[in-house]
């Protein structure tokens, strides 16, 4: 039975997409077999962060209502080869996802595989909803400004509430808070909210905070997952949620303004 | 005339929120002589329930057409029962605008739920509901449970204890909504919306550890996030009630 994990947050750009490229390609170059599913019905961009966008024949969809086989539609990854994609439909609306024919395909995978992503897309609308579904555990994906905390405390309601978990009475869905676009600088200047500020009002468990960083940016559109950019800071940083979200202990970076390390990293790595 | 709490110049009126328990009529078709004869029958059941009381009319169910819709006839047959009908709730267009030109108001279709009435010989569940008054009546029996929640209470989400108190052992976030007809505890941070007394006990209050709400009300008195800045804010304190007016005061350690 594979782990079944949902990269959520309400609230739209705060990177969810980035994330779940990452924490599943972490995962899987840990040796365990992962898949990652994109549930962006109708504007997929997962492909093109795992940066296999043209080797996309079948989706998600199509696998749904029976037009191609799960071999057929998932893809697998070039540089991690425990790492598998099932793509989105670009051309389909969201309503195309039933509960039934998720359900067949998570459980389908879940024979196959140790964990499953699933990329939510934004909102609390359907495609929302049945990404969150059948989880055990949520990655909470927030930025550290106040309508982010807010959607994700938003989510975190719906996943109490609304998940199989929930409706079935079993255990909760286990939720993990991840900040993103994390800047100590400006946190200093009062400018965002810090980590103890969001984690006080979000009161569920840090799995780590992802610096604000250029290179995120930059290897998105090169289609390269950022954990993969091994030297930057918020490669590791994933890299440290990985490990924490498989029960590591990793203490927490990059939580300060470091100017000193940051130079230090760029004369070692130039 | 006599004086309130209220300072500065006295008005004429105060407008507050309420919510009355009230009985509806659910009409399925309307035949005046049938209509008579049921309201008849209904009253001989329980003559004392339905004197002087107000009444809605839930068209919600009505199936017969809307031209044989007569509310002069309806409000004229009431009247005669010393039945005030006062207006109807749900309905198509052009029924609601039948109603209007009877002068009745027109309230929301209604997705709460219907008790049904009980107009059998028990008269004192009947008294219950008849008694329009705010302050429930006291049955000297078990009190009402309370509702506990572990949990904490998210944005988007509402938490309710129709008949008694409500306790909350964790926080109360922004954009969340808690509701009690009698008094609301929070053991965390009071951050959305807390009403209590919602039935209109006026002596039911809010505690909670941290006052951070954007609104908190007592029996339709409320105040909302600005004004209540100003006093205990960010601190442990209870919320209540005196002279139509919301008091909080800093729960003291003891």
Known sequence: MARIIVVTSGKGGVGKTTTSASISTGLARRGHKTVVIDFDVGLRNLDLIMNCERRVVYDFVNVIQGEATLNQALIRDKRVDTLYILPASQTREKEALTREGVEKVINDLSERFDYIVCDSPAGIEHGALMALYYADEAIVVTNPEVSSVRDSDRILGILQSKSRRAEMGQDPVKEHLLLTRYNPDRVSRGEMLSVADVEEILAIPLLGVIPESQIVLNASNQGLPVILEEDSDAGQAYDDAVARLLGEEREHRFMSSQKKGFFSRMFKGG | ?254
Request: hydrophobic share 40%; with cysteine; aromatic share 6%.
């Open chain 2, 1 to 254: 005339m006599s004086e309130t709490a209220v300072s500065g110049v006295k008005q004429c009126f105060q407008l507050k929120s309420a919510s009355v328990s009230m009985t509806a009529l659910e009409l399925y078709f309307f035949d005046d002589e049938e209509f008579e004869s049921t309201l008849r029958d209904k009253i001989s059941q329980a003559p004392g329930f339905f004197k002087d009381i107000p009444l809605i009319v839930s068209l919600e169910k009505y199936e017969g057409l809307s031209s044989e819709l007569d509310f002069f006839k309806i409000i004229g047959t009431c009247r005669r029962h010393n039945i005030h009908v006062i207006g109807v709730r749900g309905g198509n267009d052009d029924q609601r605008r039948l109603a209007r030109g009877a002068s009745l108001a027109l309230l929301p279709g209604g997705n709460q739920r219907d008790r049904e009435i009980d107009t059998g010989p028990e008269t004192e569940s009947a008294e219950a509901i008849d008694s329009p008054a705010p302050p429930r009546v006291e049955n000297h029996g078990e009190p009402a449970p309370a509702r506990i929640i572990n949990q904490p209470v998210r944005s988007g989400q509402q938490v309710y204890a129709p008949d008694g108190d409500l306790i909350i052992l964790a926080p109360v976030q922004a954009g969340a909504e808690v509701l009690a007809a009698g008094n609301v505890h929070v053991y965390g941070p009071l951050r959305g919306r807390a009403l209590a007394g919602i039935h209109g006990a006026e002596h039911a209050r809010v505690f909670c550890q941290s006052l951070e709400a954007e609104l908190v009300s007592i029996a339709g008195h409320y105040k909302i996030s600005e004004d209540l800045q100003d006093n205990g804010w960010k601190t442990a304190v209870q919320i209540q009630l005196r002279d139509d007016l919301l008091v909080v005061t800093p729960l003291e350690k003891a």
